[in-house]
């Protein structure tokens, strides 16, 4: 269900989508990245001509955010077009730092499609836990 909170990092994703750099897609993505502590970190999709490099809006909210020191977050909201789902590569990065966050998904106009969490988007994932046994 949708939050009141939820509204206000949709308008924060809305925004942040204005800066995308998008020439070749023409598919303009802004996310809003909310951590445990309250703040929000803006992120956009910036494209490559040799369009491997592209970076999506998710992780450019995400990198923003861990080189700014934050490690724990608590929701993302992802405004498109067509309130289109985070790429895979997205959800596993995601998935490192905060695997039960709340994921809004929502159009244009700031209506919200999808509330879910990302464990939902990403069942069974590999993560941080898999590696800490030390063993072989
Ligand atoms: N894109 C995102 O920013 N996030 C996603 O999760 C899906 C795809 C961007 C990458 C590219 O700039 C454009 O959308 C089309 O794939």
Redesign the pocket.
Known sequence: MIEPSDQQLIDAAIAAGQNAY?PY?N?R?GAALLTASGDVYGGC?I?SVSFTP?V???RTALFKAVSEGQRDFSAIA?VTRDA????GV?RQMLYEFAPDMRVILADLDGKAHLVTTLRALLPHGFGPENLDDGKS
């Not at 289109?84 to 790429?87: F, H, I, K, L, R």
């Open positions: 998008m897609s598919y993505v999709n494209e592209t999506c809006a998710e992802v289109g789902s985070p790429c997205c």
